[in-house]
């Protein structure tokens, strides 16, 4: 009996250490996924006054490789239609970046979410988790691109703790700094992700996900900025938000993609 209790131990723990997983290891696999966001001009057509392509968020790919999961604010209020300009997706890493043309096929506002589309290439794609299985105190990380592509394309792993589940609703100064946004969800109130993990504007639409799997329990869609918006890249303050992974899942089942 002893000796058969020892094989399974031994089973076990043999189990385990195969299922352990690096975060370099899982990096690896979350590194292909992850795309920029912003706007691009067609290809040798110079635009005066204009970049031909523009950086403004992150994302990443999930369900058939051609869906785009971002934050809502992170898509452009217009576009330049006359010359051309699209919505597109920068996907790969250096010089083997690639641009795609994008288009939005699901928006959520309320919970700052956005999906798009691409055509053509199927993108590696993260796993969507259970948000609702989150616990104060337990390790994540992100991937995206904190300040945009000043150096190229290539993204930067960080890692922190879910430090608190918050109402989304931070209480303004007084009446008078109240928006509109801030009203609408003092109505609405839902919980959101604290990190205790320093991220940057161009963090914006990042996928947060546990380091031993890799699977996606939310996005990054804001900063705590303490001063300006410019400080926030020279002072800043180790706070930010991340909106549950299940509202993606919510959006994602509106267009009948799956998970």
Partial sequence: MQAVLKIVCLL??????A??????????????AIVGVGT??????PIAGQRPNQLMGTGFSVGDGQLIVTNDHVLPEELDYENRQ????????????????ARVVARDKEHDLAILRIEGTRLPTLSLGDSGTVREGETMAFTGFPIGAV????????LGIVSSITPVVRTAGDSSELTALQLQRMRNRYDVFQLDAIAYPGNSGSPVFRPESGEVIG????VFVKETREAVLERP???????????VHA???SIGGGD
């Fill in 40 to 45: 691009a001009y067609p290809p040798r057509q």
């Fill in 151 to 158: 150096l190229g394309l290539y993204p930067v792993t960080h």
């Fill in 86 to 101: 699209s919505l597109a997706v920068f996907a790969g890493r250096g010089r083997d970046a690639r641009v795609h043309v």
């Fill in 219 to 222: 996005v990054v869609n804001s």
């Fill in 237 to 247: 303050s180790g706070i930010s938000y991340a909106i549950p992974v299940e509202y």
């Fill in 12 to 17: 076990l723990l043999a189990a385990g250490v």
């Fill in 19 to 32: 299922s352990a997983r690096e975060l370099p290891d899982v990096i690896d696999e979350v590194r292909p």
């Fill in 251 to 253: 959006l994602m089942e």
